[in-house]
């Protein structure tokens, strides 16, 4: 039997595009000490530690992970390291979840840092995922395999550009209550609709930023946990979900899934719901923080998320269905669309959830939290992850 695991303690840093004041290893101190500082704990009070961390070439120095643990006291605890593209934050939780879970350690740290400002252009690098034959040559990458499916969202469901816009415009609002995020100022309908296009019919302020900055949360078994000074928040489910490195091969006719949809996640938060006694969601979930790099990812996510059928995200949010005080309240911190340390981002979703059910969430807390869910997406767009999280055992 799995032993009941909480987080205790979140640390973040704040989120901005450059962060020429630190090291990578000072970054995830800062953040490091944030949470030890929560949690009310001191470093030797960890007994392992988890590190999502971005491949080298990303960060700039070779083998980070050993700079970072070195600069965190890690020796001699033993530490892992993580990558799994955009979803590392929320892989390496679910690592860390499993160091407690299984009866290992009673004490876990895990921690994501990301300094995306290293490389020039981030997107040089990202597009080395592809496939080198069939795919490179094309320039796929994230951004135009996401512009694709928008437009498939337009043509199966009559997605307009406005619904994508309003996504935006709703995460830049929560955003100005929380003074981690990246970008905070407000802006518009037609803001979104007159920046420039990046990928057809993606424009500027319908995608994320490149960001900056560190994200840790601090993990105990039970018998740690219930004396915590905070409220445990018990991770009550998770799941996680992979497809093909092949983009070309999520596309077109005669496939499983349909590029508008996120049937991936539906899987791998059916699994989580199922771990969490989950049969309702929008009854029994109370917030969602989602990994939604794109205004249509958001769309794609809350439908696979079972908040509304599928089809129906644009409409649902220009109803109000996922503001702060609507029904289901979407990325009350901003979300991606706000701050996006890629592989801190996921791991943030699941501490600003966390921060939702402790009551701890600050100016963008959303009143009666009891029950929240994160998740996560990364690699070529073939890794998800769903977490549960929750007040009660």
Not at 101 to 112: E, I, K, P
Not at 223 to 251: C, E, F, H, L
Not at 298 to 324: I, R, S, T, Y
Request: net charge negative; proline share 5%; hydrophobic share 45%.
């Amino acid at each position: 039997m799995s032993i009941k695991t909480a987080i205790i303690g979140v640390g973040q840093t704040g989120y901005r595009f450059k962060r020429t004041d630190v090291t990578m290893q000072e970054l995830a101190q800062e953040a490091a000490a944030k949470a030890l500082e929560h949690a009310k704990m001191e470093m030797d009070e960890i007994e392992a530690f988890v590190l999502g961390i971005a491949p080298d070439a990303l960060s700039g120095i070779d083998n980070v992970d050993r700079w970072i643990g070195q600069a965190l006291g890690v020796t001699p605890r033993p530490q892992l390291r993580v990558n799994t593209g955009g979803t590392t934050g929320a892989a390496a939780a679910q690592a860390g979840y499993i160091h407690v879970a299984s009866g290992m350690f009673r004490t876990v740290m895990v921690l994501a840092a990301d300094k995306v400002s290293e490389t020039p252009d981030a997107q040089w690098v990202l597009n080395t995922a592809m496939d080198p034959i069939y795919e490179r040559s094309l320039a796929l990458n994230a951004i135009n395999m996401c512009s694709f499916q928008a437009v498939r969202q337009m043509h199966q469901y009559g997605v307009t550009e406005r619904q994508l816009a309003a996504v935006a415009v709703r995460s830049r609002q929560n955003a100005m209550a929380n003074p981690y995020a990246h970008l905070r100022e407000p802006i518009s309908i037609d803001d979104v609709l007159s920046s420039r296009y990046i990928c057809w019919p993606l424009k500027l302020l319908d995608c994320c930023p490149r960001s900056s900055g560190a994200c840790a949360v601090i993990m105990a078994a039970e018998q740690v946990a219930v004396s915590s000074p905070n409220r445990p928040v018990w991770i009550q489910g998770m799941g996680a979900t992979s497809n093909t490195v092949y983009m070309g091969d999520k596309m077109g006719p005669g496939r499983d899934t349909d590029h508008a949809d996120w049937d991936e996640l539906a899987m791998a938060a059916a699994t989580a719901y199922r771990r969490a006694g989950i049969t309702d969601p929008l009854e029994q979930i109370d917030v969602a923080e989602i990994y939604a790099p794109f205004t249509c990812t958001e769309l794609a996510a809350v439908e696979a998320l079972g908040f509304c059928p599928k089809g129906l995200g644009g409409q649902m949010n220009e109803q109000g269905m996922f503001d702060m005080r609507g029904p289901m309240p979407v990325n009350p911190s901003g979300g991606v669309l706000s701050a996006n340390p890629i592989s801190a981002t996921a791991l943030a979703r699941v501490a600003e959830a966390a921060l939702q059910v402790m009551g701890d969430a600050g100016e963008h807390q959303v009143p009666g939290v009891r029950r929240a869910v994160a998740t996560g997406i990364g690699g070529t767009l073939q890794f998800h992850t769903c977490m549960v999280l929750g007040e009660d055992l």
